[in-house]
């Protein structure tokens, strides 16, 4: 949730913001009147609550009808501080639910525009020329299946459109992939986390998932808890009501975990192999830091995120998202995407996010700083997850069939340096 005393401040600031993410300015103002409204209403009960007690000290020392006068008087009086209680609480509800559909305000320098608004911010690796090799581009599928490590069918037999099993080296590759993410975050200073992958709404909401991307989301009804699409979720629910020591720098936190995404409103969209399904795994780096080092955090994880998909020896770009395709919590978001040989494009394999203290608002997590307590900072990104594998097989396909592997992933792999198709 954005800073209310910045919305009072700077209200056409927000509205920009608004504008940039494509999104209606005019809640502002509505959030401003349910504000001013809230304030009027608490003024006028403190004044009653004060008139109140004043009156409590005058029926002790009266006597007879003036007694009489003033325990009547005390009796409306009472009736009328309540009415203005509830008045005040019910404005403060109607603030504060306007005030969480705003979106975070976007960082100076962010591209304004939807999805296809952003900005390449830079090309890292050479992509390969397979015709110059003599080589037949093949899909990750196509490669997957000569190999024996991916399942479509029998997962759609199971679990239906959008699962499937990774089998042998498929299921190794995964594992190899989420272990290294996990050694380089440790060794980056992040504590390894396993994650609950099942939240309550109180969380979901905290963090800002569940404004307009809540289709996306799996609610389990009966039990009233969602299955989370990233371990962000439970790490930013990690500290909630908690006020935390960052004097000796960040908390960072590596969470590893099961990740669930309905993928509604993406009909016809990468539905061969597993470029968008509705389970994966995932290692999401996650950082609380004060609010005047947020900027310098983010720009550290897409370091680290870039470290990684260079050792995978992957060609890829680095873009910088446009406000109206950042999620809700987001203040600038950096994507990393590899590139994808079997359909010549570029396909998002990790993002990061500085979201400033817009979730940290909304789930009261609080440091103690000069002026008191304040709202810290959080940041997240992923350092690896299942769809690395297809920019992985497709980027490093050879001729016959086989696969290249990175040195960062031999040790876990019991040291192969090429997976051979199955016959």
Not at 56 to 77: P, S
Not at 147 to 165: H, P
Not at 377 to 383: E, F, H, L, R
Request: hydrophobic content about 40%.
């Amino acid at each position: 949730m954005i800073d209310l005393k910045l919305l009072r401040a700077q209200p056409d600031l927000v509205k920009d913001s608004q504008r940039s993410r494509g999104e209606d300015p005019d809640v502002v103002d509505r959030v401003l009147a349910a504000d001013a409204e809230h304030r009027g209403a608490l003024a006028d009960f403190e004044t009653k609550r004060a008139e109140q007690k004043a009156l409590g000290k005058d029926v002790a020392q009266a006597q007879g009808d003036a007694k009489q006068a003033l325990l009547a008087r005390t009796k409306t009086l009472a009736a009328e501080v309540k009415e203005l209680q509830a008045s005040a609480d019910a404005a403060a509800a109607r603030a504060i639910e306007l005030a969480r559909s705003l979106g975070n305000i976007p960082e100076a320098g962010v591209p304004s525009g939807g999805e296809d608004s952003f900005a390449v911010l830079r090309h890292e690796g050479e992509v390969r020329d397979f015709a110059a090799e003599g080589v037949e581009v093949a899909d990750h599928l196509a490669i997957a299946e000569g190999l024996k490590a991916i399942d479509m069918e029998r997962g759609a037999k199971v679990s239906g459109a959008r699962f499937y099993f990774l089998t042998g080296v498929g299921a190794r590759l995964e594992l190899a992939i989420l272990n290294a993410a996990m050694a380089v975050a440790q060794d980056a200073g992040f504590s390894p986390m396993i994650t609950p992958t099942l939240v309550r709404p109180e969380t979901m909401a905290g963090t800002g998932f569940l404004g307009k991307h809540a289709d996306e989301i799996y609610y389990l009804e009966r039990d009233e808890l969602y299955l989370t699409g990233t371990s962000e979720v439970a790490l930013a629910g990690y500290h909630t009501d908690e006020i935390l020591d960052l004097s000796s720098g960040p908390l960072r936190y590596a969470g590893w975990s099961a990740c669930y995404r309905r993928e509604a409103g993406s009909a016809g969209r990468d539905t061969r192999g597993i470029i968008r399904v509705h389970q994966f795994h995932k290692v999401e780096m996650f950082s609380y830091v004060t609010a005047a080092d947020a900027a310098a955090e983010h720009a550290r994880f897409l370091e680290i995120e870039e470290r990684m998909l260079q050792a995978l020896e992957l060609p890829y770009r680095v873009i910088d998202t446009a406000a109206g395709d950042l999620g809700m919590s987001a203040a600038r978001k950096f994507d990393c995407e590899a590139w994808l040989p079997s359909q010549e494009r570029w396909m998002e394999v990790t993002s990061t996010s500085n979201c400033t203290t817009y979730q940290a608002r909304r789930l009261n997590v609080r440091e103690r700083g000069e002026r008191g307590t304040e709202a810290v900072a959080t940041v997240n990104g992923t350092i690896g997850t299942t769809r690395w594998i297809v920019a992985l097989l497709e980027n490093h396909q050879q001729a016959d069939g086989s696969v290249h592997v990175p040195e960062i992933l031999r040790p876990y792999l019991g040291g192969v340096e090429r997976l051979e198709p199955v016959a």
